[in-house]
């Protein structure tokens, strides 16, 4: 039986140059020759494939298959730990352990979070650049040197093939070998008009094209011939390149098409775009030759026809069969600063248009709008225009065309119906929505699709002012609204709510102050407005602790059901904020607040989102800045508005039932100002009141 081998991994590892280099590592059995193998190999080896060892249930065997798919650091068949025993001092420890944080944080900024990758062991990880793909696999293999000297890692997806090393001390070094298959370049036929058998066109095809208004000058110019096929004459549309016959595509009169076999893809009528700075793209042979009669010679026309709908995604110009005479024909493409894609007007015509706007550039491409051809129909494409309105209108056609639409890219002109109903009044809130308060509305008022933040010190009224005025737009206007208050029991908030909307206590307590409590009617009847006003957004027993994400999604069903225009979460602290380890808190509030504003935005839903202060050291009783909330300035940054609430706390200052509602942003000028207003709170009914000889401006 062959001796086993006495070297580790981990021990080959340490004695070679990091990977990446062109050493490789040696496998050496004595019953064998050396076997090379790269530190790589041996990544793969440990994470997707098995390796050869000796058999030790059959000492016949020269060599077996052993798995090595496993998880921690066990050894694997014959490749042992080394016996070595190693001493550490606390010195050479705390060293170790100093390079492992290092080389910790240079994995981190490379975007591999390894703060679960044990030392001496491999890691199966999402790759940071290809995300594992579609299935999302983990392909990042990772392993970490138990001293902390070097870490290497490898993405064994085909299409990444991203690797790299690093060392504490040292800079990081990462490439990207992809594994592309080998490609062949295809051979095409040579073509000529007498292999063919090609012929002029008859009398009775010169007729048919000219029923279709195509005349025999246009025919002759673009070498169209025909061929008797199985005793039938058919159409013969010649493909050219410098005048070179290329390929061939037949047609009969019936509509039945097919081309010569093996032949390089082209456009029809390449010559014709030589050195042109504008391009007219059509769908077939016959639109072609009727761009022609409208004086458009610089015309080509596809080969294949259109696809019946638009792909995923482009592939790589190998792989793009269908489109490969475009790949073809990209010099003559390069050269124009304009194309006009005029496809046919049918569904297909438009996947067609919309593929090749992908592959040429959408910025140096324009589109046609096909006129009506009668009252119930519009033309269909290029010849139709020019059989049934004639020359001039299809030229009319390509001298109108239109920029071809980028998405995210607009004009005004696009949203002019938009910003003339604004103009005119037509949506009732151009100016704001009223709060319920005179003088808050002279600073603040509630604008459908804005984003506002209120904060304050705790126990300052920032949730029962939201309260009260949700429940003052719903008396005027009739919103309605979904809350995701986690602070507040269901019971609670219920309660709250039903008083400021009855005005009467729900209790006979102490806090009534003698008002008698709301009747059984009363009740009644608000459970009803509560049921049909307000939409709740809760954690279940079993969910975990819900991310922004997740409340927008729940809000956006609630908009999309029930019809709210309004959504508050309250407050920031009591979401789940895990991010990624290479986000800084800031990036991270700057991304929720993005997603909370597009939200808002995109369904007309106005936003309250509650921020506490962070922890105000020597505070002295004022109201907080909006700069003082704990996360990230962004929350002034990026929010339409910023509100502070504030309450009283000193007799001497004032009552102590007063609030102070600050308004320190507003972005919209037309809805409000900066500035304060002051409010009475009745503690009996939740109410606030104007207090008019308050109000100070800064």
């Not at 001796?3 to 004695?15: A, D, E, H, N, V």
């Not at 998880?71 to 001493?87: A, E, K, L």
């Not at 040292?170 to 008009?193: A, C, M, W, Y």
């Amino acid at each position: 039986m062959p001796k086993p081998l006495l070297r580790s991994l981990q021990t080959l590892l340490y004695s070679n140059v990091p990977m990446g280099g062109s050493k490789a590592l040696f496998l050496k059995h004595p019953s064998g020759p050396a076997i090379p193998i790269s530190p790589y190999r041996l990544l793969h080896l440990r994470t997707h494939t098995r390796i050869l060892s000796p058999n030790p249930r059959n000492p016949s065997s020269k060599f077996a298959l052993c798995s090595t798919k496993q998880s921690g650091s066990r050894s694997h068949g014959p490749i042992t730990p080394s016996r070595r025993v190693y001493t550490e001092t606390l010195k050479e420890k705390a060293g170790c352990e100093e390079q492992l944080v290092m080389l910790r944080r240079k994995l981190e900024d490379e975007g591999i979070p390894c703060s679960h990758c044990k030392p001496g062991q491999y890691s199966s990880l999402l790759c940071p650049k290809c995300k594992g793909g579609s299935s999302m696999e983990r392909s990042l293999s990772v392993y970490i040197r138990e001293d902390g000297g070097l870490a290497l890692w490898k993405c064994f997806r085909g299409k990444c093939g991203w690797k790299g090393h690093a060392e504490p001390y040292g800079d990081v070094t990462t490439q990207f070998i992809r594994e592309r298959p080998s490609l062949k370049v295809k051979e095409h036929r040579i073509i000529n008009e007498e292999d063919l058998e090609l012929e002029p066109l008859c009398k009775e095809l010169i007729a048919y094209f000219g029923e279709r208004m195509i005349s025999e000058e246009t025919l002759r110019r673009n070498a169209v011939m025909q061929r008797r096929c199985d005793n039938k004459i058919v159409i013969a549309f010649t493909y050219r390149r410098d005048g070179t016959l290329v390929s061939c595509k037949y047609r009969e009169v019936s509509k039945k098409f097919w081309q010569e076999r093996n032949t390089e893809k082209i456009f029809y009528g390449l010559d014709d775009i030589r050195r042109t700075s504008d391009i007219i793209i059509v769908e077939g042979e016959i639109d072609k030759l009727s761009m022609e009669e409208a004086g458009f010679r610089n015309c080509v026309s596809v080969p294949d026809g259109a696809p019946a709908r638009v792909a995923n995604k482009v592939p790589d110009e190998e792989e793009d069969t269908k489109f490969q005479y475009l790949w073809n024909c990209r010099q003559y493409l390069d050269m124009a600063s304009r194309i006009i894609l005029a496809t046919d007007a049918d569904p297909p015509g438009q996947a067609l248009a919309e593929e090749l706007a992908r592959r040429i550039g959408k910025e140096r491409c324009w589109r046609v709008q096909w006129p009506q051809k009668n009252s119930a129909e519009v033309c269909k494409d290029a010849n139709e225009v020019l059989m049934y309105l004639g020359p001039d209108a299809l030229r009319r056609v390509i001298e109108n065309a239109e920029l071809y639409p980028i998405r995210g890219l607009f004009t005004f002109s696009h949203f002019f119906p938009e910003i003339d109903a604004y103009y005119n009044g037509c949506y009732g809130y151009e100016q704001g929505i009223s709060s319920g308060w005179n003088n808050v509305d002279k600073l603040y008022k509630v604008v459908p699709g804005e984003l506002t933040v209120v904060t304050g010190v705790p126990n300052s009224g920032k949730s029962e002012w939201i309260d009260a005025l949700m429940c003052n737009i719903n008396r005027t206007v009739g919103w309605k609204f979904v809350l995701c208050s986690m602070e507040n029991k269901v019971k609670e908030h219920a309660r709250k709510l039903l008083e400021k909307h009855i005005r009467k206590p729900f209790f006979n307590a102490r806090y009534a102050d003698s008002v008698e409590r709301m009747s059984v009617e009363e009740f009644e009847q608000g459970k009803e407005w509560l049921n049909d006003t307000f939409h709740l957004i809760r954690r279940c027993e079993d969910d975990c602790l819900p991310s922004v994400k997740w409340v927008l999604d729940l809000a956006k069903a609630a908009v999309r059901r029930y019809r709210v225009r309004g959504l508050v979460i309250d407050p920031y602290n009591e979401l789940d904020h895990q991010r990624p380890p290479n986000q800084t808190e800031t990036e991270y509030v700057s991304q929720i607040l993005t997603m909370i504003k597009r939200f808002a935005q995109h369904h007309g839903c106005h936003v309250w989102f509650v921020a506490h202060p962070k922890q105000l050291q020597n505070w002295g009783g004022t109201p907080p800045n909006m700069y003082d909330i704990s996360g990230s300035a962004h929350f002034i940054n990026k929010c339409d508005n910023g509100i502070v609430i504030h309450r009283n706390r000193d007799p001497k200052a004032g009552p102590l039932d007063t609030v102070q509602v600050c308004v320190r942003k507003v972005r919209n000028k037309v809805a409000g100002s900066i500035g304060d207003a002051f409010l009475a709170y009745n503690r009996v009914t939740g109410e606030y009141m104007e207090v008019e000889d308050h109000v100070s401006k800064k």
